[in-house]
Nanobody, 115 residues
Framework: QVQLVESGGGLVQPGGSLRLSCAAS????????MGWYRQAPGKQRELVAG???????NYADSVKGRFTISRDNAKNTVYLQMNSLKPEDTAVYYC?????????WGQGTQVTVSS
């Protein structure tokens, strides 16, 4: 059974930092491209950052220079380090794993940036 379990969300003040984690099980994690998406109320889900199986990364323009995606294949975990958080970063953040036609999602973790 495939599972992607996110953790690390919460309430943070503007300018603060959070680190999200996504632990995968039931898949050969090292072969998967992993990504973080987010969905704010009333908006479509959007890609925040992605990392290929070989470690190549890409970011949405809105988070470049503030967010960093990384992976630890030994721990079957992908991370999203979020710095200089802004109120507009408030959303539910979802972990995604993609390999060939296999596409899996986590349950999401809420990130709220507010003073």
């Amino acid at each position: 059974q495939v599972q992607l379990v996110e953790s690390g969300g919460g309430l943070v003040q503007p300018g603060g930092s959070l680190r999200l984690s996504c632990a995968a099980s039931g898949v050969i994690f090292s072969t998967y491209a992993m990504g973080w998406y987010r969905q704010a109320p009333g908006k479509q889900r959007e890609l925040v950052a992605g990392i290929t199986s070989s470690g190549t990364t890409n970011y949405a323009d809105s988070v470049k220079g503030r967010f960093t995606i990384s992976r630890d294949n030994a721990k079957n975990t992908v991370y999203l380090q979020m710095n200089s958080l802004k109120p507009e970063d408030t959303a539910v953040y979802y972990c995604n794993g993609l390999y060939s036609f296999y596409n899996y999602w986590g349950q999401g973790t809420q990130v709220t940036v507010s003073s």
